[in-house]
């Protein structure tokens, strides 16, 4: 069955801290895995798309990898601040389809 | 400008009554979709359209018709609401290219409560 499953459900962290989100897939065949940002009150926003051949990709203080063997992803969030607080949505590509994790609330404090 | 709007914002009515959101993209996108987000931010997308035509419709009830009249366009028409239907509903789109798949635009979303 494709699933798509992150941890934890929920953070809270201090301004300034790293955190690491975690996403682990059983969707086949696999096409892509993409982190969404998604604010109280509006859609979810991409941050970044992962490939089967990428382990790393970095955007500003987001860094995501993956790994296709073990089918896990992680999204790094450097230097947290205030705005970063939000539901991080893990999100991976069948052939078709777009199968969405639960997400992780990430409530960052002052 | 925004890219992917929604209206209405906010709906709330009773139970038995029919309802319609609108969603309207201005990206050209060729391909648009509405998820259902439950009180468990779980994202479940229930139909998508591709160049009007329906191309997944997943597993929810016929009270639920969506009707595609353009490409921009994709209105969700619901009947007889149950309590069940209340929930957020968002509306996304997304330009689908043989060699890369390209992320989905989504709306702010239409908070719908029935009573």
């Known amino acids: 069955k494709n699933q798509v499953e992150q941890s934890p459900q929920s953070l809270i962290i201090l301004e300034g801290k790293n955190c690491t989100l975690q996403?682990?897939?059983?969707?086949?065949?696999?096409?892509?895995l993409r982190w969404y940002k998604q604010d109280t009150g509006r859609g979810p926003v991409s941050l970044t798309i992962?490939?089967?051949?990428?382990n790393t990709k970095s955007n500003g203080r987001y860094t995501a990898t993956l790994d296709a063997d073990t089918k896990q992803s992680s999204l790094h969030i450097t230097a947290s601040q205030l705005s970063d607080s939000a539901s991080y949505i893990c999100v991976v590509r069948g052939t078709y389809k777009y199968i969405f994790g639960t997400g992780t609330r990430l409530k960052v404090l002052a | 400008d925004t890219a992917v709007s929604q209206t209405p914002k906010y709906l709330v009515t009773q139970m038995g009554n029919d309802k319609s959101i609108k969603c309207e993209q201005n990206?050209?996108?060729?391909?648009m979709y509405w998820y259902k987000q439950d009180s468990k931010k779980f994202l479940k997308i229930m139909f998508s359209y591709n160049n009007k035509e329906l191309i997944i419709n997943e597993t929810v009830p016929n009270r639920f018709s969506p009707k595609s009249p353009d490409k921009a366009h994709l209105n969700l028409h619901i009947n007889s609401l149950e309590l069940g239907d209340s929930a957020v509903y968002f509306c996304?789109?997304?330009?689908?290219?043989?060699?890369?798949?390209?992320?989905?635009?989504f709306g702010n979303g239409t908070r719908l409560t029935v009573t």
């Open positions: 990206l050209g996108h060729d391909t």
């Open positions: 996304a789109s997304s330009q689908d290219k043989t060699n890369r798949i390209p992320p989905l635009h």
């Open positions: 996403c682990n897939y059983t969707v086949s065949p696999f096409s892509n």
């Open positions: 992962m490939t089967f051949s990428e």
